[in-house]
Nanobody, 130 residues
Framework: QVQLVESGGGLVQAGDSLRLSCAAS????????MGWFRQAPEKEREFVAS?????????YGDSVKGRFTISRDNANENTVYLQMNSLKPEDTAVYYC??????????????????????WGQGTQVTVSS
């Protein structure tokens, strides 16, 4: 069982930056793919970013490419970050950290699919005002 706890959400203005953290109960470098998803009110869950278990190419949703970056804390391998720059009001959502079972997929279709993730955090609210 993997436990995930997000933090770092808050209220910011358009154009600001914010960094979300995800503290995992396991070393995220130990074969675990980590992902970030978000869900706005009355909208479906949306893929934001993923970091595959083999340390390969990270993937991003189209709406956040070039603005958001997923990374791992090299000093504390239990922590994954989502750096969010140039925030827009449409980025307002609850952001969730998620993890897959070890050594599974590497293809974009499953790294970007929430159904492929076994473990989820409780979410952290990000609100971007215009």
């Amino acid at each position: 069982q993997v436990q995930l706890v997000e933090s770092g959400g808050g209220l910011v203005q358009a154009g600001d930056s914010l960094r979300l953290s995800c503290a995992a109960s396991v070393r995220t470098s130990s074969g675990v793919t980590m992902g970030w998803f978000r869900q706005a009110p009355e909208k479906e869950r949306e893929f934001v970013a993923s970091m595959p278990w083999n340390g390969g190419t990270t993937y991003y949703g189209d709406s956040v490419k070039g603005r958001f970056t997923i990374s791992r804390d090299n000093a504390n391998e239990n922590t994954v970050y989502l750096q969010m720059n140039s925030l827009k009001p449409e980025d307002t959502a609850v952001y969730y950290c998620a993890a897959q079972k070890p050594y599974l997929y590497l293809d974009y279709s499953r790294l970007s699919n929430g159904e492929a993730y076994e473990y989820w955090g409780q979410g952290t609210q990000v609100t971007v005002s215009s």
